[in-house]
Every structure is written in structure tokens, then in C-alpha cells.
């Protein structure tokens, strides 16, 4: 089965210090691979994906993600955590099969900054 | 114009009430979605149209009824629901196998 896993509920960092939010896929194929943050009573905000290409995404608000084939992972990183970065981060993968609409989601990550 | 709006934001309603969710996006994706959130957990897919067709349909109760009246509009169609229902009913449209556009959705509550 399919799946994306996000093996930290919770993720503490103090302001300043880097940031890693960790996403690995069970996905067969070349999967599109996205991470989205969600604020409080917001809808999913589109951060940054990966397609094919270099394997270091760079995306919004000083996001990036690094990609690894072999690790089947596609981890979230900042190299300076700010306090406004504190939501809930999904990870998200869209199978390569073609004519299909599902986007399979991890279980999300929430992102604490600490001042 | 890179916006998906919904309406209305939030909406109480008794369990034998009919409503009706709304979603608009004018960015010409042919991919539009209805997704069932609750609290601290990843969207759950409900429905998929395509090109203005019903693509998918995940086993939702017949109590929630989609409608895609042109390729900018999306309707969800609320009626008989259960207090389990509450939740954030978000909206999300896409082109191709791209990322996907949220709505700031709609927070049901179901007495």
C-alpha cells in the first residue's frame, strides 16, 4: 500500500536554531512530493515540491527540502527557525499514475518554536 | 489570481437542515477537490471532479452531495448530518499532477 509516514507527532526547536521536519514515502515510481503548513483554523498553504531535478528545494519563507531516492525521503529544513514558523507541517506525495487525483497526505508534524 | 475561496466560513446547522457549501477558484485548474479535516489531522478526501466530472467519489454518505456547476465552482451540498460531521470541510483545486490550492475552508458544526 502507499503510503507517507511523518514519524514525529511534535517537533521543538529553539528560535535561531535549524529546523528538520522529516517525511519518508512508500510510493512506486517517481511520486510529486510537496510539503504544506497549516496555521491555526487556515487551510494547507503550499510551501515547496519536488519533481525531478536537483534534489535541494528551496520553497517559501526560507524553506527547503532535500530529497533522497534511495532513503525514499523528503525532509523539510530551515536554517533558522523563527517563533512565526510554529504550525502544523504536512508532507505529501501524488502517485505517478496517470489519470489519477489523490494526493496521499503523512499524519503532520507540529512545529513549536520556542522563543 | 492565485486564490481559492469558500463560503461561508463557518456554519452551525441542526441535523435536519440543508446547506451548501461553496468553492471558487478562477485560476483555470481542471482538478477540484472537497476534503473532510478534523483537528490536528491530515485532510481526508471526500470527492474529485474532473474537468467538471464526478472522478472520484471516497465512499462518502449520501448525506453530502457534490456539484460542479462549471469549471470554477464547486458546491457541497449538506443535508440530515450527524454531530461526527463537524469538522473543517476544506476545498482545493489543481492542474495536472501539481500542487494543490486550499481553500481557507469552512468550520461546520453539527447540533
Known amino acids: 500500500a502507499q503510503s507517507v509516514a511523518q514519524p514525529e507527532d511534535q517537533v521543538n526547536v529553539a528560535e535561531g536554531n535549524p529546523l528538520t521536519v522529516k517525511c519518508t514515502y512508500s510510493?512506486?515510481?517517481?511520486?510529486?512530493l510537496f510539503w504544506y503548513v497549516q496555521y491555526p483554523n487556515r487551510g494547507l498553504q503550499f510551501l515547496l515540491k519536488?519533481?525531478?531535478?536537483?534534489?535541494l528545494v528551496k520553497g517559501s519563507y526560507g524553506f527547503e527540502a532535500e530529497f533522497n531516492k534511495s532513503q525514499t525521503s523528503f525532509h523539510l529544513k530551515k536554517p533558522s527557525a523563527l517563533v512565526s514558523d510554529s504550525a502544523l507541517y504536512f508532507c505529501a506525495v501524488r502517485p505517478p499514475t496517470s489519470g489519477t487525483y489523490k494526493y496521499i497526505f503523512g499524519t503532520g508534524t507540529r512545529l513549536k518554536v520556542l522563543a | 489570481d492565485t486564490e481559492v475561496t469558500q463560503t461561508p466560513k463557518h456554519l452551525v446547522m441542526g441535523m435536519t437542515n440543508k446547506k451548501s457549501l461553496k468553492c471558487e477558484q478562477h485560476?483555470?485548474?481542471?482538478?477540484m477537490y472537497w476534503y473532510k479535516q478534523k483537528a490536528k489531522k491530515p485532510p481526508e478526501l471526500m470527492f474529485v471532479y474532473s474537468y467538471e466530472k464526478l472522478s472520484i467519489n471516497e465512499s462518502v454518505p449520501s448525506r453530502f452531495s457534490p456539484e460542479c456547476p462549471n469549471s470554477s465552482l464547486l458546491n457541497l451540498h449538506l443535508h440530515a448530518l450527524q454531530p461526527e460531521d463537524s469538522a473543517l470541510y476544506l476545498c482545493?483545486?489543481?492542474?495536472?499532477?501539481?500542487?494543490?490550492?486550499f481553500g481557507p475552508g469552512t468550520r461546520l458544526t453539527v447540533l
Open positions: 482545493a483545486s489543481s492542474q495536472g499532477r501539481d500542487e494543490q490550492f
Open positions: 510510493v512506486s515510481g517517481n511520486p510529486y
Open positions: 485560476m483555470g485548474h481542471r482538478a
Open positions: 519536488y519533481i525531478t531535478g536537483d534534489n
